[in-house]
């Protein structure tokens, strides 16, 4: 079984362009997560999805986030403009639906680096 | 708001002694709590978890142990070994949903 796949692996952008990360979760896994590690901090809870739904989006930072889950399989999340402290680790994990205890499972997670 | 403390930030020890490492969470509804390793180069991943109902757990050299009252977990590896070092994170989840808030994580280091 494949597991979450995320792309790009790395990114390097300049402070105010445009970029999009992309999760793919297990197939099946109706629930899918965005996470970001800070240097040093803590993985911070971003957003969850059910299906297409946002869920819990009480972690994202500002509307210059969009995370969006057309279709309810893949997931992309849009940094617009991105800014010097948007630099980071960028996670994303699914699980299925059913149990609250269910494990998450991580991808590899995105490094961005805001110049 | 919730949060979860995590201690030490960095563990060194010899290969073949123990490892403990302490959370503490703020939000007294939490009640499931994973903890992750995250080798180098790798994605986190679970290693053990444990639920409110519950005061310890163990899986072969690694347990973990909860005192709600204190709000505090703590993660046990007994024998260390070279391929114990990573970094690892504890968590906390309540009932209200799946939004899980971690530690700042342990870098632990093995020396053989």
């Known amino acids: 079984e494949a597991g979450v796949t995320q792309f790009p692996s790395h990114s390097v952008i300049e402070k105010g362009q445009t970029v999009t990360l992309r999760c793919d979760p297990i197939?099946?896994?109706?629930?899918l997560y965005w996470y970001r590690r800070v240097m040093g901090k803590e993985i911070k809870f971003l957003l969850h999805?059910?299906?297409?739904?946002?869920?819990?989006e009480s972690g994202m930072p500002n509307n210059r986030f969009l995370a969006e889950r057309t279709g309810g399989t893949y997931s992309t999340l849009k940094v617009q403009p991105a800014e010097l402290e948007d630099s980071g680790v960028y996670f994303c994990?699914?699980?299925?639906?059913?149990?609250?205890?269910?494990?998450?499972?991580f991808g590899p997670g995105t490094r961005l680096t805001v110049l | 708001g919730e949060n979860v403390e995590q201690h030490p930030s960095t563990l060194s020890v010899q290969e073949g002694d123990s490892a403990v490492i302490k959370c503490t969470y703020s939000?007294?509804?939490?009640?499931?709590f994973p903890w992750y390793k995250q080798e180098l180069g790798k994605r986190p991943q679970l290693i053990i978890d444990?639920?409110?109902?519950?005061g310890e757990k163990k899986d072969q050299r690694i347990a973990v142990t909860l005192n709600k009252t204190a709000k505090h977990f703590s993660l046990h590896i007994t024998e260390t070994q070279p391929e114990d070092s990573a970094v690892y994170f504890c968590?906390?989840?309540?009932?209200?949903?799946?939004?899980?808030?971690f530690g700042a994580g342990t870098r632990l280091f093995v020396k053989a």
């Open positions: 994990a699914s699980s299925p639906l059913g149990q609250l205890y269910n494990e998450q499972f």
């Open positions: 197939s099946g896994h109706d629930n």
């Open positions: 999805f059910v299906k297409e739904s946002k869920q819990d």
């Open positions: 939000d007294s509804a939490s009640n499931y």
């Open positions: 444990i639920r409110s109902n519950v």
């Open positions: 968590a906390a989840r309540g009932e209200k949903g799946f939004k899980t808030i």
